[in-house]
């Protein structure tokens, strides 16, 4: 069975930070691209950041840019999302999917986790 599970969400203070983890299982990880979403209430779902199995490239929103950093432990089947300077307009359920392919399009992925909230205070 995959599961994608996301943990580590929770309220910050704006300028704070936290650290997001996304653990998957029941298929191979390194066949699969990982990527991180957000959806706020009433806003579609948008891509975050995403990272490629076959080279390790990385992508970001531009509103992230500079402030989020994704990394992968493939050792613990694991991403991550280190989340910096956080401002009230991050905050939103987050959610990790896996992909074939890397990209920012919720549509590409195949596989979602639950998610996990994220609140930013000001």
């Known amino acids: 069975e995959v599961q994608l599970v996301e943990s580590g969400g929770g309220l910050v203070q704006a300028g704070g930070s936290l650290r997001l983890s996304c653990a998957a299982s029941?298929?191979?990880?390194?066949?699969?691209?990982i990527g991180w979403f957000r959806q706020a209430p009433g806003k579609e779902r948008e891509g975050v950041s995403c990272?490629?199995?076959?080279?390790?490239?990385?992508y970001y929103a531009d509103s992230v840019k500079g402030r989020f950093t994704i990394s992968s432990d493939n050792a613990k089947n694991t991403v991550y999302l280190q989340m910096n300077s956080l401002k009230p307009e991050d905050t939103a359920v987050y959610y990790c999917?896996?992909?074939?392919?890397?990209?920012?399009?919720?549509?590409?992925?195949?596989?979602w986790g639950q998610g996990t909230q994220v609140t930013v205070s000001s």
């Open positions: 990272i490629s199995s076959s080279d390790g490239s990385t």
């Open positions: 999917a896996a992909a074939v392919v890397a990209s920012m399009t919720p549509g590409e992925y195949d596989y």
């Open positions: 029941g298929f191979t990880f390194d066949d699969y691209a």
